[in-house]
């Protein structure tokens, strides 16, 4: 998915000692469409850091495009390659 235009991997290499239990990406259209377009293939995609309601971000730009563009992708040691591979080729299929 390191090629993906839609999405960019916030950490694209990890130690070989870590095991993350979610790939962090950056949405770089509209999170929500790509969001829903997981959702509806019955991948849970969840939105750890939603923007509080009444927060005025507008100083704070670095924490503003994190809040409106991060997704966490799983890759928990629950999933197969070929759940990971399903996985991949959902991304890759968004439009």
């Known amino acids: 998915i ?3 235009t839609h999405i960019s991997c916030i950490f694209p290499e990890l130690p070989d000692n870590v095991c993350p239990l979610f790939l962090p990406v950056y949405v770089r259209d ?3 469409n790509f969001r829903s377009h997981l959702t509806e ?4 995609a969840p ?3 939603p923007k509080p309601a009444g927060v005025d971000l507008s ?8 809040m409106e563009n ?3 992708i799983p890759v928990d040691q629950r999933y197969s390659l070929a759940d990971m591979d ?5 991304i890759k299929s968004f439009r």
């Open 2 to 4: 390191r090629d993906n």
């Open 30 to 32: 509209n999170r929500d």
């Open 41 to 44: 293939n019955r991948i849970y």
């Open 47 to 49: 939105v750890h850091w």
């Open 59 to 66: 100083d704070c730009k670095g924490a503003k495009y994190i």
């Open 70 to 72: 991060i997704i966490s």
């Open 86 to 90: 399903r996985i991949s080729y959902i």
